[in-house]
């Protein structure tokens, strides 16, 4: 009888009233079929912030040498990676503030500052005239676009428990499209006025910064989702009010019912669940499962910053002799069917592995495809052109396989009033290893170019097994004991 009326208790309208994530509850009840516009919404969102980290990549090379800053060709990568790394540096210093003030005052609030920031920060960034202009301004950049962390949790809260894998899945969509598309738009728009004589002159804005188009179309978009974004729900729970008789009925029922249910529910000596307000960095489920991502985090990084700088290279040093066009075509082609992967496969393959596995499983074949990278340069023509979106193709749908999979255990082992400082956490360590990414395969790159005769893996091949090196340390993390998961359902929204 007592679970009876807990039940009934349970599908009871019981919400406060002026509490905006008691809204979207209230709303998800009542909705019923797919959310097209919420994904479509996370999507454009997650689209805006990802596409500025890396459509510098194809140009980069480029920008270096045109600054004049490196001495040699080799030497271009060095300097490349450290613009690459000053986004993240500064990410990894505010992501947990960022964190915090989601928590605090909402998500939207920090949704709105980060698309504003990409519309002021990346235009500056495609009108740098010197080195330390592109550093400064992809510092900020990255400083005051703090809203991975908390569109993660939104995603998780806006949708009905059916969707919540599917809105996580989602992100690391968008994601990936923008760490794809980004670079196609850079390579695409890059230097109009070499490329499109006929629309763009030398004397004209974009003749002057050959670098701005691609910059000016990312910002103009920022400027459309900051504007619709202005619609979006909060999903924040605030609980000012004392509560209704309804609710008072409800925890009385759990204190009497809790000690029964001991091997469902997590309960303190009064019968009630235990605040949620323990140390996140104590929360090993979290924690573990933010290492691991973190590890991919600086593979992928490293990855997206060397196969543009090695396609772009010379065929003298080991790469492909591409120009950033050829690398914003591969790139474009390995986009769209990312898009593809994500939304048809992805989640059937989700529910029926689970997510860890199916990281597990992406990760080993990402090991040997990236083996295949030297050989695949060997190539010309035809061939060359096919193996290589084939090759890309393969990898980005792997990572992002990954990356969702961490992204559903991260949420899932935290409560809604601490999932924005965990996600804070989880960018603050990917920002940080992801800052070494950029540094470090520009710095691999450059010393792997001036040991082509070396004996041991000479030229491009070390480059690539190193990247296997920090990929095969993901893989081993990601078994017992070191990663975990979390036993107790989530509360407030989590699946």
Same mark, same amino acid.
């Given at each position: 009888?007592?679970?009876? *009326?807990?039940?009934?208790?349970?599908?009871?309208?019981? *919400? @406060?009233?002026?509490?905006?994530?008691?809204?979207?509850?209230?709303?998800?009840?009542?909705?019923?079929?797919?959310?097209?516009?919420?994904?479509? &919404?996370?999507?454009? +969102?997650?689209?805006?912030?990802?596409?500025?980290? &890396?459509?510098?990549?194809?140009?980069?090379?480029?920008?270096?040498?045109?600054?004049?800053?490196?001495?040699?060709?080799?030497?271009?990568? @060095?300097?490349?990676?450290?613009?690459?790394?000053?986004?993240?540096?500064?990410?990894?210093?505010?992501?947990?503030?960022?964190?915090?003030?989601?928590?605090? #005052?909402? $998500?939207?609030?920090?949704?709105?500052?980060?698309?504003?920031?990409?519309?002021?920060?990346?235009?500056?960034?495609?009108? &740098? +005239?010197?080195?330390?202009?592109?550093?400064?301004?992809?510092?900020?950049?990255?400083?005051?676009?703090?809203?991975?962390?908390?569109?993660?949790?939104?995603?998780?809260?806006?949708?009905?428990?059916?969707?919540?894998?599917?809105?996580?899945?989602?992100?690391?969509?968008?994601?990936?499209?923008?760490?794809?598309? !980004?670079?196609?738009? =850079?390579?695409?728009?890059?230097?109009?006025?070499?490329?499109?004589?006929?629309?763009?002159?030398?004397? &004209?804005?974009?003749?002057?910064?050959?670098?701005?188009?691609?910059?000016?179309?990312? %910002?103009?978009?920022?400027?459309?989702?900051?504007? +619709?974004?202005?619609?979006?729900?909060?999903?924040?729970?605030?609980?000012?009010?004392?509560?209704?008789?309804?609710?008072?009925?409800?925890?009385?029922?759990?204190?009497?019912?809790?000690?029964?249910? =001991?091997?469902?529910?997590?309960?303190?000596?009064?019968? $009630?669940?235990?605040?949620?307000?323990?140390?996140?960095?104590?929360?090993?489920?979290?924690?573990?499962?933010?290492?691991? *991502?973190?590890?991919?985090?600086?593979?992928?990084?490293? @990855?997206?910053?060397?196969?543009?700088?090695?396609?772009?290279? %010379? $065929?003298?040093?080991?790469?492909?002799? *591409?120009?950033?066009?050829?690398?914003?075509?591969?790139?474009?082609?390995?986009?769209?069917?990312?898009?593809?992967?994500?939304?048809?496969?992805?989640? #059937? +393959?989700?529910?029926?592995?689970?997510?860890?596995?199916?990281?597990?499983?992406?990760?080993?074949?990402?090991?040997?495809?990236?083996?295949?990278?030297?050989?695949?340069?060997?190539?010309?023509?035809?061939?060359?052109?096919?193996?290589?979106?084939?090759?890309?193709?393969?990898?980005?749908?792997?990572?992002?396989?990954?990356?969702?999979?961490?992204?559903?255990?991260?949420?899932?082992?935290?409560?809604?009033?601490?999932?924005?400082?965990?996600?804070?956490?989880?960018?603050?360590?990917? %920002?940080?290893?992801?800052?070494? =990414?950029?540094?470090?395969?520009?710095?691999?790159?450059?010393?792997?170019?001036?040991? $082509?005769?070396?004996?041991?893996?000479?030229?491009?091949?070390?480059?690539?097994?190193?990247?296997?090196?920090?990929?095969?340390?993901?893989?081993?993390?990601?078994?017992?004991?070191?990663?975990?998961?979390?036993?107790?359902?989530?509360?407030? !929204?989590?699946?």
């Amino acid at each position: 009888m007592a679970e009876e *009326y807990r039940e009934a208790l349970l599908k009871k309208d019981d *919400y @406060y009233e002026n509490c905006p994530g008691c809204k979207v509850d209230q709303l998800k009840e009542l909705k019923k079929g797919f959310p097209f516009r919420d994904l479509i &919404s996370i999507w454009i +969102v997650v689209l805006c912030t990802a596409l500025p980290i &890396s459509t510098l990549f194809p140009f980069l090379y480029f920008m270096i040498r045109d600054f004049g800053i490196a001495e040699r060709e080799e030497d271009i990568g @060095y300097y490349a990676g450290y613009v690459g790394s000053s986004f993240m540096i500064g990410r990894a210093l505010t992501s947990v503030f960022w964190g915090i003030v989601a928590d605090r #005052y909402g $998500r939207k609030p920090v949704i709105l500052l980060g698309t504003i920031a990409v519309v002021i920060f990346n235009t500056l960034f495609g009108l &740098s +005239v010197n080195f330390w202009m592109a550093i400064i301004t992809r510092f900020l950049l990255g400083s005051l676009n703090g809203l991975l962390g908390p569109i993660k949790a939104y995603a998780v809260e806006i949708f009905r428990a059916e969707y919540q894998a599917l809105g996580l899945s989602t992100v690391s969509t968008a994601w990936g499209l923008g760490l794809i598309i !980004g670079p196609a738009l =850079g390579g695409f728009l890059a230097q109009p006025a070499e490329k499109y004589p006929n629309l763009f002159s030398k004397e &004209s804005l974009f003749g002057r910064f050959p670098y701005f188009l691609p910059c000016f179309c990312i %910002s103009l978009f920022a400027l459309v989702v900051t504007i +619709v974004s202005c619609w979006l729900p909060e999903t924040l729970h605030v609980h000012n009010e004392k509560k209704t008789s309804s609710n008072d009925s409800y925890d009385a029922l759990e204190a009497a019912t809790g000690a029964s249910k =001991g091997d469902e529910t997590r309960t303190d000596d009064k019968g $009630r669940k235990p605040s949620s307000n323990e140390s996140l960095l104590k929360n090993w489920p979290l924690m573990s499962s933010i290492i691991v *991502y973190c590890i991919f985090s600086l593979h992928d990084m490293a @990855y997206t910053e060397i196969f543009s700088l090695w396609a772009e290279s %010379s $065929r003298k040093l080991g790469g492909l002799g *591409y120009t950033t066009e050829d690398v914003g075509e591969v790139l474009a082609i390995s986009g769209f069917s990312l898009l593809v992967f994500q939304l048809s496969l992805y989640p #059937y +393959v989700e529910r029926i592995l689970g997510p860890i596995p199916v990281a597990r499983i992406a990760a080993a074949l990402s090991i040997l495809l990236l083996s295949s990278y030297p050989f695949i340069a060997m190539l010309s023509g035809l061939g060359l052109s096919i193996l290589i979106n084939c090759a890309s193709i393969m990898k980005n749908v792997f990572s992002v396989s990954i990356v969702t999979g961490m992204f559903i255990l991260q949420n899932n082992a935290v409560d809604q009033n601490q999932r924005g400082a965990a996600n804070g956490i989880s960018m603050t360590g990917m %920002s940080l290893f992801k800052a070494v =990414g950029p540094a470090g395969g520009g710095a691999i790159l450059s010393w792997a170019q001036r040991r $082509r005769n070396a004996a041991f893996l000479p030229g491009v091949q070390m480059v690539f097994f190193i990247l296997n090196a920090v990929e095969l340390i993901g893989v081993l993390m990601t078994f017992k004991p070191f990663l975990a998961q979390r036993q107790d359902k989530p509360r407030n !929204g989590t699946a």
